[in-house]
Protein backbone atom coordinates (compact mmCIF):
# COMPACT_ATOMS: atom_id res chain seq x y z
CA UNK A 1 0.00 0.00 0.00
CA UNK A 2 3.12 2.51 -0.56
CA UNK A 3 1.98 5.88 -0.57
CA UNK A 4 -1.78 4.95 -0.03
CA UNK A 5 -3.24 7.41 2.82
CA UNK A 6 -6.23 5.47 4.58
CA UNK A 7 -8.26 6.16 7.52
CA UNK A 8 -7.48 4.52 10.80
CA UNK A 9 -10.56 2.26 10.62
CA UNK A 10 -10.41 1.64 6.72
CA UNK A 11 -6.59 0.45 7.41
CA UNK A 12 -8.00 -2.12 9.87
CA UNK A 13 -10.49 -3.35 8.22
CA UNK A 14 -8.70 -3.68 4.49
CA UNK A 15 -5.72 -4.92 6.44
CA UNK A 16 -8.32 -7.95 7.32
CA UNK A 17 -9.56 -8.47 4.00
CA UNK A 18 -5.99 -8.89 2.99
CA UNK A 19 -5.50 -11.46 5.73
CA UNK A 20 -8.31 -13.35 5.23
CA UNK A 21 -7.79 -13.26 0.92
CA UNK A 22 -4.54 -14.58 1.64
CA UNK A 23 -5.44 -17.34 3.68
CA UNK A 24 -8.28 -18.23 1.16
CA UNK A 25 -6.04 -18.64 -1.46
CA UNK A 26 -7.61 -15.79 -3.66
CA UNK A 27 -10.87 -18.11 -4.11
CA UNK A 28 -13.33 -16.14 -6.27
CA UNK A 29 -11.01 -13.33 -6.74
CA UNK A 30 -10.47 -12.15 -10.57
CA UNK A 31 -8.42 -13.58 -13.18
CA UNK A 32 -4.73 -12.42 -12.25
CA UNK A 33 -3.39 -12.21 -16.21
CA UNK A 34 -0.33 -9.42 -16.40
CA UNK A 35 -1.39 -6.20 -16.57
CA UNK A 36 -1.36 -4.59 -20.04
CA UNK A 37 -2.24 -8.26 -21.37
CA UNK A 38 -4.62 -5.99 -23.84
CA UNK A 39 -2.88 -2.89 -23.64
CA UNK A 40 -4.10 -3.02 -27.46
CA UNK A 41 -7.77 -3.30 -26.80
CA UNK A 42 -9.82 -0.29 -28.32
CA UNK A 43 -6.47 2.23 -27.23
CA UNK A 44 -6.93 5.17 -29.57
CA UNK A 45 -4.89 8.45 -29.91
CA UNK A 46 -2.94 9.83 -27.37
CA UNK A 47 -5.75 10.18 -24.37
CA UNK A 48 -6.60 7.11 -24.12
CA UNK A 49 -2.65 5.49 -24.90
CA UNK A 50 -2.06 7.31 -21.54
CA UNK A 51 -4.54 5.14 -19.72
CA UNK A 52 -2.93 2.04 -20.71
CA UNK A 53 -1.48 0.05 -17.46
CA UNK A 54 2.05 -0.03 -16.77
CA UNK A 55 3.48 -3.62 -16.91
CA UNK A 56 4.69 -3.90 -13.53
CA UNK A 57 3.27 -2.01 -10.08
CA UNK A 58 5.04 -1.00 -6.97
CA UNK A 59 2.58 -2.80 -4.87
CA UNK A 60 -0.74 -4.79 -5.78
CA UNK A 61 -4.25 -5.37 -3.66
CA UNK A 62 -6.99 -7.11 -4.17
CA UNK A 63 -10.86 -6.66 -3.65
CA UNK A 64 -14.14 -8.27 -4.82
CA UNK A 65 -15.00 -4.85 -6.48
CA UNK A 66 -12.89 -1.83 -6.74
CA UNK A 67 -14.83 1.73 -7.01
CA UNK A 68 -12.74 4.21 -8.64
CA UNK A 69 -13.98 7.54 -7.78
CA UNK A 70 -15.76 8.48 -4.07
CA UNK A 71 -18.21 10.83 -4.91
CA UNK A 72 -22.24 10.93 -5.01
CA UNK A 73 -22.17 7.55 -6.98
CA UNK A 74 -19.32 5.98 -5.94
CA UNK A 75 -20.08 5.89 -2.05
CA UNK A 76 -23.53 4.60 -3.03
CA UNK A 77 -21.92 2.24 -5.42
CA UNK A 78 -19.93 0.74 -2.29
CA UNK A 79 -22.66 0.90 0.28
CA UNK A 80 -24.48 -1.61 -2.04
CA UNK A 81 -21.57 -3.38 -2.56
CA UNK A 82 -20.68 -3.90 1.27
CA UNK A 83 -24.18 -4.61 2.01
CA UNK A 84 -23.80 -7.73 -0.14
CA UNK A 85 -21.02 -8.65 1.56
CA UNK A 86 -18.57 -8.25 -0.78
CA UNK A 87 -15.01 -6.77 -0.28
CA UNK A 88 -14.59 -3.22 -1.42
CA UNK A 89 -11.56 -0.86 -2.16
CA UNK A 90 -12.82 2.49 -3.07
CA UNK A 91 -9.84 4.62 -4.93
CA UNK A 92 -10.11 8.72 -3.96
CA UNK A 93 -8.09 11.24 -5.78
CA UNK A 94 -8.91 13.64 -3.24
CA UNK A 95 -8.42 13.76 0.50
CA UNK A 96 -11.06 12.32 1.33
CA UNK A 97 -14.87 11.95 0.70
CA UNK A 98 -15.98 15.75 1.69
CA UNK A 99 -14.65 17.23 -2.05
CA UNK A 100 -17.24 15.76 -4.58
CA UNK A 101 -20.24 17.40 -6.08
CA UNK A 102 -22.22 14.69 -4.87
CA UNK A 103 -21.24 15.39 -0.86
CA UNK A 104 -21.51 19.42 -1.71
CA UNK A 105 -24.40 20.25 -4.10
CA UNK A 106 -27.94 21.00 -2.62
CA UNK A 107 -29.80 17.60 -2.89
CA UNK A 108 -30.92 14.94 -5.86
CA UNK A 109 -34.38 15.25 -7.51
CA UNK A 110 -37.12 12.49 -5.58
CA UNK A 111 -40.02 10.30 -5.80
CA UNK A 112 -41.15 8.52 -3.25
CA UNK A 113 -39.85 9.62 -0.06
CA UNK A 114 -41.05 9.45 2.81
CA UNK A 115 -41.28 12.99 3.65
CA UNK A 116 -43.00 13.56 0.36
CA UNK A 117 -45.50 10.73 1.21
CA UNK A 118 -46.22 12.92 4.70
CA UNK A 119 -46.49 16.06 2.69
CA UNK A 120 -49.07 14.65 0.41
CA UNK A 121 -46.62 15.34 -2.93
CA UNK A 122 -48.02 12.62 -5.33
CA UNK A 123 -45.34 12.85 -8.37
CA UNK A 124 -45.30 9.10 -9.16
CA UNK A 125 -42.00 7.20 -11.15
CA UNK A 126 -44.52 6.70 -14.14
CA UNK A 127 -44.81 10.63 -14.53
CA UNK A 128 -41.35 11.43 -13.38
CA UNK A 129 -39.89 9.11 -16.16
CA UNK A 130 -42.35 9.71 -19.02
CA UNK A 131 -41.60 13.64 -18.04
CA UNK A 132 -37.28 12.83 -18.29
CA UNK A 133 -37.45 10.41 -21.28
CA UNK A 134 -39.70 12.56 -23.06
CA UNK A 135 -37.48 15.84 -22.37
CA UNK A 136 -34.36 14.13 -23.80
CA UNK A 137 -36.79 12.57 -26.96
CA UNK A 138 -36.32 9.12 -25.47
CA UNK A 139 -32.22 9.29 -26.47
CA UNK A 140 -31.05 8.28 -23.27
CA UNK A 141 -31.16 5.14 -21.57
CA UNK A 142 -34.67 4.35 -20.32
CA UNK A 143 -34.66 1.02 -18.37
CA UNK A 144 -31.65 2.64 -16.69
CA UNK A 145 -33.58 6.03 -15.73
CA UNK A 146 -36.60 3.98 -14.75
CA UNK A 147 -34.76 2.22 -12.19
CA UNK A 148 -32.84 5.00 -10.52
CA UNK A 149 -35.73 7.18 -10.78
CA UNK A 150 -37.48 4.25 -8.62
CA UNK A 151 -34.76 3.97 -6.13
CA UNK A 152 -34.60 7.68 -5.48
CA UNK A 153 -37.10 7.66 -2.44
CA UNK A 154 -35.26 4.72 -0.51
CA UNK A 155 -32.17 6.79 -1.38
CA UNK A 156 -32.57 10.07 0.54
CA UNK A 157 -34.80 7.82 3.01
CA UNK A 158 -31.44 6.01 4.25
CA UNK A 159 -29.93 8.93 4.27
CA UNK A 160 -31.46 9.57 7.29
CA UNK A 161 -32.48 5.96 8.72
CA UNK A 162 -29.04 4.37 8.04
CA UNK A 163 -26.55 7.31 8.41
CA UNK A 164 -28.25 9.77 10.76
CA UNK A 165 -27.93 12.61 7.47
CA UNK A 166 -30.85 15.08 7.75
CA UNK A 167 -32.93 15.86 5.04
CA UNK A 168 -35.69 17.95 3.96
CA UNK A 169 -38.00 19.39 0.79
CA UNK A 170 -36.83 21.76 -0.90
CA UNK A 171 -39.72 24.15 -2.82
CA UNK A 172 -40.83 23.13 -6.93
CA UNK A 173 -38.34 26.13 -8.48
CA UNK A 174 -38.85 25.06 -11.83
CA UNK A 175 -42.36 24.07 -12.32
CA UNK A 176 -42.24 20.53 -12.39
CA UNK A 177 -46.04 20.67 -11.00
CA UNK A 178 -45.21 19.56 -7.49
CA UNK A 179 -45.03 21.59 -4.13
CA UNK A 180 -41.36 19.43 -4.13
CA UNK A 181 -39.41 16.99 -6.08
CA UNK A 182 -36.30 17.83 -4.97
CA UNK A 183 -34.61 17.02 -1.06
CA UNK A 184 -31.64 18.91 1.09
CA UNK A 185 -29.72 17.94 3.31
CA UNK A 186 -30.84 20.36 6.39
CA UNK A 187 -32.11 19.81 10.05
CA UNK A 188 -34.07 23.18 9.72
CA UNK A 189 -35.66 23.26 6.42
CA UNK A 190 -35.61 27.20 6.85
CA UNK A 191 -31.63 27.93 7.34
CA UNK A 192 -29.52 26.55 4.18
CA UNK A 193 -26.86 27.16 7.21
CA UNK A 194 -27.43 23.60 8.87
CA UNK A 195 -27.08 21.98 5.41
CA UNK A 196 -24.64 19.08 5.52
CA UNK A 197 -22.12 19.30 3.25
CA UNK A 198 -18.70 17.21 3.18
CA UNK A 199 -17.66 14.66 5.09
CA UNK A 200 -20.65 15.39 7.35
CA UNK A 201 -22.47 14.40 4.29
CA UNK A 202 -20.55 11.56 2.84
CA UNK A 203 -18.48 10.00 6.38
CA UNK A 204 -21.27 8.16 7.66
CA UNK A 205 -21.39 6.66 4.29
CA UNK A 206 -17.89 5.85 4.90
CA UNK A 207 -17.96 4.43 8.35
CA UNK A 208 -20.73 2.26 7.16
CA UNK A 209 -18.76 0.73 4.39
CA UNK A 210 -15.72 0.27 6.28
CA UNK A 211 -17.45 -0.63 9.20
CA UNK A 212 -18.42 -3.92 6.69
CA UNK A 213 -14.73 -4.42 5.80
CA UNK A 214 -14.43 -1.71 2.88
CA UNK A 215 -11.54 0.15 2.52
CA UNK A 216 -10.49 3.49 1.15
CA UNK A 217 -7.54 5.12 0.01
CA UNK A 218 -7.32 8.57 -0.85
CA UNK A 219 -4.77 10.79 -2.45
CA UNK A 220 -4.70 7.95 -4.95
CA UNK A 221 -5.79 8.50 -8.99
CA UNK A 222 -7.08 5.74 -11.26
CA UNK A 223 -4.72 5.70 -14.49
CA UNK A 224 -5.79 2.94 -16.29
CA UNK A 225 -7.46 -0.25 -16.43
CA UNK A 226 -6.03 -3.88 -16.15
CA UNK A 227 -7.25 -6.54 -18.20
CA UNK A 228 -6.90 -10.28 -19.57
CA UNK A 229 -8.54 -11.65 -22.58
CA UNK A 230 -10.79 -9.00 -22.71
CA UNK A 231 -11.47 -8.84 -19.11
CA UNK A 232 -11.28 -6.09 -16.63
CA UNK A 233 -9.89 -7.42 -13.99
CA UNK A 234 -8.91 -3.95 -11.41
CA UNK A 235 -7.54 -0.64 -12.22
CA UNK A 236 -3.76 0.55 -11.86
CA UNK A 237 -3.63 3.70 -9.55
CA UNK A 238 -0.60 6.14 -8.94
CA UNK A 239 -0.47 7.42 -5.66
CA UNK A 240 3.05 9.63 -4.26
CA UNK A 241 4.91 8.59 -7.26
CA UNK A 242 4.03 5.02 -7.05
CA UNK A 243 1.96 2.42 -9.20
CA UNK A 244 -0.52 0.71 -7.06
CA UNK A 245 -2.46 -2.38 -8.86
CA UNK A 246 -5.93 -3.25 -7.32
CA UNK A 247 -7.13 -6.62 -8.54
CA UNK A 248 -11.42 -7.18 -8.55
CA UNK A 249 -13.92 -9.36 -10.09
CA UNK A 250 -15.89 -5.90 -10.84
CA UNK A 251 -14.61 -2.58 -11.24
CA UNK A 252 -16.72 0.90 -11.10
CA UNK A 253 -15.28 3.60 -12.68
CA UNK A 254 -17.28 7.08 -11.26
CA UNK A 255 -14.57 9.39 -11.50
CA UNK A 256 -16.80 12.72 -12.16
CA UNK A 257 -16.40 13.86 -15.76
CA UNK A 258 -14.16 16.01 -16.91
CA UNK A 259 -14.98 19.96 -15.73
CA UNK A 260 -11.51 20.25 -14.33
CA UNK A 261 -10.01 19.92 -17.51
CA UNK A 262 -9.91 22.99 -19.75
CA UNK A 263 -9.02 21.07 -22.84
CA UNK A 264 -11.47 18.64 -22.81
CA UNK A 265 -14.61 21.17 -22.19
CA UNK A 266 -13.39 22.76 -25.58
CA UNK A 267 -12.81 19.56 -27.38
CA UNK A 268 -16.13 19.07 -26.65
CA UNK A 269 -17.93 22.37 -26.53
CA UNK A 270 -15.46 24.10 -29.07
CA UNK A 271 -15.45 27.19 -26.28
CA UNK A 272 -14.04 27.94 -22.49
CA UNK A 273 -16.14 26.64 -19.34
CA UNK A 274 -15.82 28.37 -16.39
CA UNK A 275 -16.07 24.80 -13.53
CA UNK A 276 -18.18 25.53 -10.61
CA UNK A 277 -17.42 21.91 -8.92
CA UNK A 278 -15.46 19.63 -8.16
CA UNK A 279 -12.50 20.55 -10.61
CA UNK A 280 -10.69 17.20 -9.59
CA UNK A 281 -12.44 15.35 -12.29
CA UNK A 282 -10.55 15.34 -15.18
CA UNK A 283 -12.08 12.57 -17.42
CA UNK A 284 -9.02 10.05 -16.05
CA UNK A 285 -12.41 7.57 -16.07
CA UNK A 286 -13.53 8.42 -19.59
CA UNK A 287 -10.39 8.20 -20.77
CA UNK A 288 -9.52 4.57 -18.66
CA UNK A 289 -12.96 2.63 -20.29
CA UNK A 290 -12.37 4.05 -24.19
CA UNK A 291 -9.30 2.62 -23.81
CA UNK A 292 -10.37 -0.74 -23.32
CA UNK A 293 -12.95 -0.66 -25.94
CA UNK A 294 -15.74 1.44 -23.93
CA UNK A 295 -18.15 3.64 -26.47
CA UNK A 296 -19.30 6.80 -25.63
CA UNK A 297 -22.75 8.45 -25.51
CA UNK A 298 -24.40 10.85 -27.66
CA UNK A 299 -25.55 13.59 -25.32
CA UNK A 300 -22.77 15.99 -24.48
CA UNK A 301 -23.35 18.68 -22.13
CA UNK A 302 -23.29 21.01 -18.90
CA UNK A 303 -25.50 22.05 -15.89
CA UNK A 304 -25.41 25.45 -16.11
CA UNK A 305 -24.77 28.43 -13.25
CA UNK A 306 -28.89 28.57 -12.27
CA UNK A 307 -27.74 31.73 -10.09
CA UNK A 308 -25.13 34.32 -12.67
CA UNK A 309 -23.33 35.00 -15.25
CA UNK A 310 -19.72 34.11 -15.34
CA UNK A 311 -16.31 35.55 -16.78
CA UNK A 312 -12.73 34.17 -15.82
CA UNK A 313 -11.48 37.31 -15.92
CA UNK A 314 -13.56 38.43 -12.92
CA UNK A 315 -13.09 38.75 -9.39
CA UNK A 316 -14.85 35.64 -8.17
CA UNK A 317 -15.73 34.30 -11.31
CA UNK A 318 -19.55 34.33 -10.78
CA UNK A 319 -21.75 35.90 -7.92
CA UNK A 320 -25.53 36.12 -7.73
CA UNK A 321 -25.68 39.53 -5.72
CA UNK A 322 -23.78 41.11 -8.16
CA UNK A 323 -25.86 42.97 -10.39
CA UNK A 324 -22.84 42.23 -12.97
CA UNK A 325 -23.29 39.05 -13.21
CA UNK A 326 -26.90 38.96 -12.44
CA UNK A 327 -27.40 40.20 -15.24
CA UNK A 328 -26.72 37.23 -17.76
CA UNK A 329 -29.82 34.89 -16.00
CA UNK A 330 -32.40 38.24 -15.45
CA UNK A 331 -33.76 37.85 -19.13
CA UNK A 332 -32.06 41.16 -20.56
CA UNK A 333 -30.57 41.41 -24.28
CA UNK A 334 -28.56 38.83 -25.04
CA UNK A 335 -25.89 38.76 -28.24
CA UNK A 336 -23.00 37.01 -29.44
CA UNK A 337 -19.59 38.98 -30.06
CA UNK A 338 -21.22 39.52 -33.04
CA UNK A 339 -23.62 41.95 -31.78
CA UNK A 340 -26.38 39.26 -32.44
CA UNK A 341 -29.37 37.75 -30.30
CA UNK A 342 -28.89 33.94 -30.39
CA UNK A 343 -31.83 33.05 -27.91
CA UNK A 344 -35.41 33.50 -26.59
CA UNK A 345 -33.50 35.28 -23.43
CA UNK A 346 -36.56 34.90 -21.10
CA UNK A 347 -35.82 30.38 -21.60
CA UNK A 348 -32.80 31.08 -20.27
CA UNK A 349 -33.89 33.36 -17.49
CA UNK A 350 -36.53 31.36 -16.51
CA UNK A 351 -34.53 27.64 -16.31
CA UNK A 352 -31.02 28.91 -16.28
CA UNK A 353 -29.47 25.51 -14.85
CA UNK A 354 -31.17 23.47 -17.81
CA UNK A 355 -31.61 25.64 -20.94
CA UNK A 356 -29.10 28.05 -19.94
CA UNK A 357 -26.58 25.60 -19.65
CA UNK A 358 -27.29 25.04 -23.11
CA UNK A 359 -28.06 28.31 -24.30
CA UNK A 360 -24.91 29.58 -23.39
CA UNK A 361 -22.72 27.03 -25.23
CA UNK A 362 -24.48 28.81 -28.82
CA UNK A 363 -23.20 31.87 -27.09
CA UNK A 364 -19.84 30.44 -26.46
CA UNK A 365 -18.42 33.99 -25.63
CA UNK A 366 -21.30 36.73 -25.00
CA UNK A 367 -22.73 40.00 -23.92
CA UNK A 368 -25.56 41.06 -21.80
CA UNK A 369 -26.64 45.37 -23.24
CA UNK A 370 -28.50 47.42 -21.16
CA UNK A 371 -28.80 51.03 -20.66
CA UNK A 372 -29.07 53.01 -17.53
CA UNK A 373 -32.43 53.11 -16.54
CA UNK A 374 -32.35 49.27 -16.12
CA UNK A 375 -29.55 49.63 -13.61
CA UNK A 376 -31.58 52.39 -12.12
CA UNK A 377 -34.35 50.51 -11.66
CA UNK A 378 -32.70 47.78 -9.65
CA UNK A 379 -30.89 49.98 -8.22
CA UNK A 380 -34.25 51.95 -6.77
CA UNK A 381 -34.77 48.36 -4.19
CA UNK A 382 -37.32 46.75 -6.87
CA UNK A 383 -35.98 43.17 -6.87
CA UNK A 384 -35.21 41.84 -11.02
CA UNK A 385 -38.64 39.61 -11.17
CA UNK A 386 -40.99 42.93 -10.29
CA UNK A 387 -38.76 45.23 -12.29
CA UNK A 388 -39.74 42.82 -15.35
CA UNK A 389 -43.34 43.17 -14.58
CA UNK A 390 -43.91 40.16 -12.01
CA UNK A 391 -45.18 37.36 -14.70
CA UNK A 392 -45.70 34.52 -12.88
CA UNK A 393 -46.54 32.22 -15.99
CA UNK A 394 -43.60 33.36 -18.11
CA UNK A 395 -40.83 33.51 -15.13
CA UNK A 396 -42.58 31.49 -12.16
CA UNK A 397 -38.22 30.64 -11.50
CA UNK A 398 -37.91 34.06 -11.30
CA UNK A 399 -40.77 34.69 -8.67
CA UNK A 400 -39.22 31.91 -6.53
CA UNK A 401 -35.74 32.98 -6.73
CA UNK A 402 -35.61 36.39 -6.92
CA UNK A 403 -38.54 38.23 -5.34
CA UNK A 404 -38.48 40.34 -1.97
CA UNK A 405 -33.98 39.96 -3.19
CA UNK A 406 -33.45 43.84 -4.34
CA UNK A 407 -29.51 43.55 -5.54
CA UNK A 408 -27.29 45.80 -3.47
CA UNK A 409 -24.88 48.40 -4.60
CA UNK A 410 -25.59 47.53 -8.13
CA UNK A 411 -23.62 50.45 -9.55
CA UNK A 412 -20.55 49.66 -7.43
CA UNK A 413 -20.61 45.91 -8.73
CA UNK A 414 -20.78 47.40 -12.61
CA UNK A 415 -17.92 49.84 -12.20
CA UNK A 416 -15.87 47.23 -10.49
CA UNK A 417 -16.82 44.65 -13.13
CA UNK A 418 -15.98 47.80 -15.72
CA UNK A 419 -12.59 48.26 -14.07
CA UNK A 420 -11.52 44.39 -13.65
CA UNK A 421 -12.24 44.52 -17.92
CA UNK A 422 -14.92 41.99 -18.77
CA UNK A 423 -17.73 44.83 -18.50
CA UNK A 424 -17.98 48.13 -20.84
CA UNK A 425 -19.65 51.14 -20.52
CA UNK A 426 -20.06 53.78 -23.52
CA UNK A 427 -22.75 57.05 -24.69
CA UNK A 428 -23.94 55.52 -27.65
CA UNK A 429 -24.85 51.91 -28.96
CA UNK A 430 -22.44 52.57 -31.87
CA UNK A 431 -19.40 53.24 -29.01
CA UNK A 432 -20.30 50.37 -27.21
CA UNK A 433 -20.47 48.32 -30.51
CA UNK A 434 -16.84 49.56 -30.87
CA UNK A 435 -15.92 48.91 -27.74
CA UNK A 436 -16.74 45.66 -27.58
CA UNK A 437 -16.11 44.64 -30.99
CA UNK A 438 -19.84 43.73 -32.31
CA UNK A 439 -20.17 45.44 -35.60
CA UNK A 440 -24.02 44.37 -35.90
CA UNK A 441 -25.10 46.06 -31.85
CA UNK A 442 -26.70 48.85 -33.60
CA UNK A 443 -28.86 47.30 -35.97
CA UNK A 444 -30.08 44.46 -33.37
CA UNK A 445 -30.90 46.39 -30.63
CA UNK A 446 -32.39 48.81 -33.17
CA UNK A 447 -34.72 45.70 -34.20
CA UNK A 448 -35.23 45.09 -30.49
CA UNK A 449 -35.95 48.29 -28.82
CA UNK A 450 -39.26 47.97 -31.96
CA UNK A 451 -40.35 44.60 -30.65
CA UNK A 452 -39.94 46.42 -27.07
CA UNK A 453 -42.40 49.27 -28.13
CA UNK A 454 -44.88 46.66 -29.43
CA UNK A 455 -44.83 44.38 -26.46
CA UNK A 456 -43.68 41.29 -29.19
CA UNK A 457 -40.56 39.77 -29.87
CA UNK A 458 -41.11 39.02 -32.95
CA UNK A 459 -37.77 37.33 -33.82
CA UNK A 460 -37.13 34.51 -30.81
CA UNK A 461 -40.22 35.31 -28.77
CA UNK A 462 -39.50 36.32 -25.68
CA UNK A 463 -42.16 37.20 -23.47
CA UNK A 464 -42.99 40.89 -22.96
CA UNK A 465 -42.28 41.12 -19.29
CA UNK A 466 -38.79 40.47 -20.35
CA UNK A 467 -38.75 43.36 -22.93
CA UNK A 468 -37.52 46.50 -21.76
CA UNK A 469 -36.00 49.09 -24.22
CA UNK A 470 -32.19 50.14 -24.40
CA UNK A 471 -32.49 53.96 -24.73
CA UNK A 472 -31.39 55.75 -21.73
CA UNK A 473 -27.65 55.79 -22.21
CA UNK A 474 -25.13 55.28 -20.94
CA UNK A 475 -25.09 51.97 -21.97
CA UNK A 476 -23.44 48.75 -20.95
CA UNK A 477 -22.47 45.30 -22.23
CA UNK A 478 -21.00 42.87 -19.26
CA UNK A 479 -19.41 39.55 -21.15
CA UNK A 480 -20.06 36.69 -19.66
CA UNK A 481 -18.80 32.79 -20.58
CA UNK A 482 -20.72 29.45 -19.98
CA UNK A 483 -20.09 27.85 -16.87
CA UNK A 484 -21.02 24.61 -15.55
CA UNK A 485 -21.58 22.56 -12.49
CA UNK A 486 -21.40 19.34 -13.63
CA UNK A 487 -20.53 17.96 -17.30
CA UNK A 488 -23.07 15.82 -19.47
CA UNK A 489 -21.46 12.84 -21.20
CA UNK A 490 -19.35 10.07 -21.32
CA UNK A 491 -19.43 6.44 -21.61
CA UNK A 492 -22.52 4.77 -22.96
CA UNK A 493 -23.88 1.96 -21.29
CA UNK A 494 -26.34 -0.71 -21.07
CA UNK A 495 -29.77 -0.99 -18.61
CA UNK A 496 -27.36 -2.44 -16.26
CA UNK A 497 -24.47 0.15 -16.31
CA UNK A 498 -22.21 -1.87 -17.50
CA UNK A 499 -19.62 -0.33 -20.17
CA UNK A 500 -20.42 -1.53 -23.76
CA UNK A 501 -17.87 -1.84 -26.99
CA UNK A 502 -18.38 -0.74 -29.88
CA UNK A 503 -21.13 -3.07 -31.26
CA UNK A 504 -22.67 -2.93 -27.61
CA UNK A 505 -21.62 -5.65 -26.49
CA UNK A 506 -20.54 -5.43 -22.41
CA UNK A 507 -17.32 -5.02 -21.64
CA UNK A 508 -17.33 -8.02 -19.01
CA UNK A 509 -16.14 -6.78 -15.21
CA UNK A 510 -16.71 -3.06 -16.15
CA UNK A 511 -19.64 -0.73 -14.23
CA UNK A 512 -19.40 2.65 -15.62
CA UNK A 513 -21.85 5.64 -12.83
CA UNK A 514 -22.34 9.15 -11.87
CA UNK A 515 -20.83 11.76 -14.73
CA UNK A 516 -18.61 9.59 -16.34
CA UNK A 517 -22.05 7.86 -17.23
CA UNK A 518 -23.20 9.14 -20.48
CA UNK A 519 -26.65 7.34 -21.14
CA UNK A 520 -28.36 8.48 -18.02
CA UNK A 521 -28.06 12.80 -18.34
CA UNK A 522 -29.50 14.30 -21.13
CA UNK A 523 -28.22 17.35 -22.93
CA UNK A 524 -29.98 19.77 -22.31
CA UNK A 525 -29.72 18.80 -19.00
CA UNK A 526 -33.10 18.05 -17.20
CA UNK A 527 -35.43 20.55 -15.88
CA UNK A 528 -36.12 18.62 -12.91
CA UNK A 529 -33.93 20.49 -10.10
CA UNK A 530 -31.49 17.87 -8.70
CA UNK A 531 -31.55 15.48 -11.76
CA UNK A 532 -27.83 15.23 -11.60
CA UNK A 533 -27.28 13.86 -8.36
CA UNK A 534 -30.37 11.46 -8.32
CA UNK A 535 -28.48 10.05 -11.30
CA UNK A 536 -24.99 10.09 -9.43
CA UNK A 537 -26.60 8.43 -5.85
CA UNK A 538 -28.97 6.11 -7.48
CA UNK A 539 -26.82 5.22 -10.59
CA UNK A 540 -24.23 4.18 -8.26
CA UNK A 541 -26.67 2.10 -6.31
CA UNK A 542 -27.61 0.20 -9.40
CA UNK A 543 -23.67 -0.55 -10.43
CA UNK A 544 -23.00 -1.38 -6.57
CA UNK A 545 -25.98 -4.15 -6.57
CA UNK A 546 -25.52 -5.60 -10.27
CA UNK A 547 -21.69 -5.58 -9.53
CA UNK A 548 -21.82 -7.58 -6.65
CA UNK A 549 -24.08 -9.93 -8.23
CA UNK A 550 -20.99 -10.60 -10.38
CA UNK A 551 -18.59 -10.44 -7.85
Not at 284 to 303: C, K, L, R, S
Not at 379 to 394: K, Q, V
Request: aromatic share 8%; charged share 20%; with cysteine.
Amino acid sequence: MDGARVSRRGFIGGAAVLAATAAAGMAGCAPKGKAGDDRAMGAKGAEQAKAVAREKADSTMQADIVVVGAGGAGMWAAVEAADAGKRVIVVEKGQDVGVSNGSLAGGPFVVGSRLQKEAGIGITVNEAVRHIMEYAHWATNAPAIRAAVELSGNTVDRFTDDFGVPTGLRPDNYGAGHASVRSNFQSDPKNGKTQKKGVDRMGPLQAYVEGKGGQFLFEHTGRALLTSDGVVTGVQCEANGKVVNIEAAQTIVCTGGFLGSPEKMVERFGTHVNPLGNILSVGEGIDMVQAVGGQVGTQWGIAGNEFSGSNQNANGVWGRTNAAFALGIYGTLLVNNQGRRFSNEGRFANLPLALGGAISLVGGQYYAVVDQAYLDGLASGLDAWTLCGSDEENWPTGKMTLQGKPLEKVQESVDAAIAEGWAFKADSIDALAQSIGAPDLVETVGEYNGFCAAGEDGRFFKPACFLRSIEQGPFYAFQYEPSAWVTIGGIRTNDRLQAIDARGVPIRGLFVAGADNGTLMSAPYCDYEGYSLMCAYNGGRLAGRYAAALA
